[in-house]
């Protein structure tokens, strides 16, 4: 221990998060949600716990609130499902596991966990996914509890739009709804470093599609040589850009800083290809980089010695 | 047209391919069907036909066959199910196309292909994968054209080897039939590349697992910046590695020759994860490298004005 570097961030999805549209009240929410979030997976690797841990456990939180896409907040799918990805990643030994296409899982981000430590394989999806959960006393969720009355408004609204301009919506809307996904990196003092992401997919969402976030090197990826990210956006570019991996693979080999290699991958190689969105990461030296081409992410971190920074809008 | 360069390669898995446990008849028939996947690729690029094409078509050749695993060859999961992934990556636009745990589709690299042209996601996946090869009419097949003793045989083999060993079988094998995959990869007269994948899963594999097959960067990547990349192996490492995306960042930002990019990607730094496997890339200069760290790789490739290569064994 000691004067070891250490740290977490966050985020709880990136999209069009605009200051005119948001209460103070519903800020104020999301604010101290986002912090305690941070305060959890900080507790951990302030003494002395490892860095998935505390990814995982800031992950959770998040996922126990209504206020994010992922968990119970979760968006529906056009036929009135939430299907959940998640991913977690640990830099020590490159192991990760992840789960696509959940539908009754309580916390995405635990059954992700148990695939990483109790399976030989990184990917599970949907039923398969579910069994495994189940074999393992996972905990499971009715859908009743990720009915949320404001998600089901969403879908109806989506489904409504599409009727009219007969056009498919889960491709035209690039709200914050769609975009939401949460996220967490961390730094133990240990010198480990590990990433965790979650999200609730898509509103209106067909045909099973699956995003970047089950998808290590995409939408999470964590690699103690060099950095871990998690990312949100418009899952589809973030797995062409392949996001994640790629900020690690401009810093090992075109030597880049963290927050050289972030921005340039959000706003240069993301933007180039008109993909949207933004990531956290943080290197084995406690940087920390939180670039985002969108109107606003919600955003953390919380380092030794530092007040927490949340942010929401562009500053 | 005129004096550009062009040319496809082509892999039909890599695994403990021993010259020993193959009779020349086998043998034949291999290097028969490699060799007409070749061609039927080679044919369009060289009358100036698109590479994403030429790709495409060979891989459909070998998904007609039953000597590989991928389409009618495809193995059997532990509920005696196949379960099919593919992906397909054009270098000029980067779009792609990808489908995962397909069970009724007769070439699932077509079905790869709708999903880059006609739908906005990459990546769809089990059921609702189905439900867009249904709005499209794209041909399926029942459960008795993927039949093939051969595989069933291999099933049975592992559910015996399971139950005497007490150990999940489809982790512990590591002969061919796990790693069986195809795929091809194309350098067009327009300087256009291109890659496909498609692969039969692991024989008695659980829980909807997901290889890397299907997954832009990990089992197949294409970039008319660098190269175009389709991997053979055991997936999990193709993830951990992110291995074709690997190959293309090596050569983008470390400035290394195709070779050099594809032998670290394969010999270091998969090997040093202890993950085994091969690649096949092409680069935009019509350079070529087929790497692979097993016993044999089922492999080939035709350029201009050169006898077709067709390869099984390590030479």
Same mark, same amino acid.
């Given at each position: 221990?000691?004067?070891?570097?250490?740290?977490?961030?966050?985020?709880?999805?990136?999209?069009?998060?605009?200051?005119?549209?948001?209460?103070?009240?519903?800020?104020?929410?999301?604010?101290?949600?986002?912090?305690?979030?941070? /305060?959890?997976?900080?507790?951990?690797?302030?003494?002395?716990?490892?860095?998935?841990?505390?990814?995982?456990?800031?992950?959770?939180?998040?996922?126990?609130?209504?206020?994010?896409?992922?968990?119970?907040?979760?968006?529906?799918?056009?036929?009135?499902?939430?299907?959940?990805?998640?991913?977690?990643?640990?830099?020590?030994?490159?192991?990760?596991?992840?789960?696509?296409?959940?539908?009754?899982?309580?916390?995405?981000?635990?059954?992700?966990?148990?695939?990483?430590?109790?399976?030989?394989?990184?990917?599970?999806?949907?039923?398969?996914?579910?069994?495994?959960?189940?074999?393992?006393?996972?905990?499971?969720?009715?859908?009743?509890?990720?009915?949320?009355?404001?998600?089901?408004?969403?879908?109806?609204?989506?489904?409504? /739009?599409?009727?009219?301009?007969?056009?498919?919506?889960?491709?035209?809307?690039?709200?914050?709804?769609?975009?939401?996904?949460?996220?967490?990196?961390?730094?133990?003092?240990?010198?480990?470093?590990?990433?965790?992401?979650?999200?609730?997919?898509?509103?209106?969402?067909?045909?099973?599609?699956?995003?970047?976030?089950?998808?290590?090197?995409?939408?999470?990826?964590?690699?103690?040589?060099?950095?871990?990210?998690?990312?949100?956006?418009?899952?589809?570019?973030?797995?062409?850009?392949?996001?994640?991996?790629?900020?690690?693979?401009?810093?090992?080999?075109?030597?880049?800083?963290? /927050?050289?290699?972030?921005?340039?991958?959000?706003?240069?190689?993301?933007?180039?290809?008109?993909?949207?969105?933004?990531?956290?990461?943080?290197?084995?030296?406690?940087?920390?980089?939180?670039?985002?081409?969108?109107?606003?992410?919600?955003?953390?971190?919380?380092?030794?010695? /530092?007040?927490?920074?949340?942010?929401?809008?562009?500053?």
């Amino acid at each position: 221990m000691g004067d070891k570097k250490f740290g977490i961030v966050i985020h709880g999805g990136a999209g069009t998060i605009l200051k005119s549209k948001m209460t103070p009240e519903k800020e104020a929410e999301y604010r101290q949600k986002l912090g305690e979030s941070l /305060q959890v997976g900080y507790d951990i690797v302030e003494k002395g716990g490892a860095a998935i841990d505390a990814t995982q456990a800031a992950v959770k939180v998040m996922e126990d609130s209504p206020l994010f896409n992922a968990g119970k907040g979760a968006v529906f799918t056009h036929e009135g499902l939430n299907e959940q990805d998640a991913c977690i990643m640990d830099g020590k030994t490159l192991n990760s596991g992840a789960v696509a296409g959940v539908r009754r899982i309580k916390n995405p981000i635990e059954l992700a966990r148990l695939v990483m430590d109790k399976s030989e394989h990184i990917l599970l999806s949907g039923e398969g996914a579910e069994a495994f959960a189940q074999m393992h006393g996972i905990e499971f969720a009715e859908a009743e509890y990720f009915y949320t009355e404001h998600r089901w408004k969403q879908l109806r609204a989506a489904k409504y /739009q599409e009727k009219v301009t007969k056009a498919d919506y889960s491709q035209l809307d690039h709200s914050d709804d769609k975009h939401g996904t949460v996220g967490a990196v961390a730094l133990d003092r240990q010198g480990n470093l590990a990433a965790a992401t979650s999200s609730g997919g898509m509103t209106n969402k067909k045909f099973g599609r699956l995003g970047d976030s089950p998808i290590v090197g995409a939408g999470n990826y964590a690699n103690n040589r060099t950095c871990a990210v998690s990312g949100t956006g418009h899952g589809e570019y973030f797995i062409t850009a392949v996001v994640s991996y790629d900020v690690s693979a401009l810093m090992e080999y075109k030597g880049l800083s963290l /927050q050289q290699a972030a921005n340039m991958v959000i706003y240069e190689k993301l933007a180039g290809l008109g993909g949207t969105g933004g990531l956290i990461a943080i290197d084995r030296d406690g940087n920390v980089a939180m670039p985002f081409n969108t109107e606003g992410m919600y955003r953390g971190n919380l380092l030794p010695g /530092q007040k927490p920074v949340i942010e929401i809008f562009k500053e």
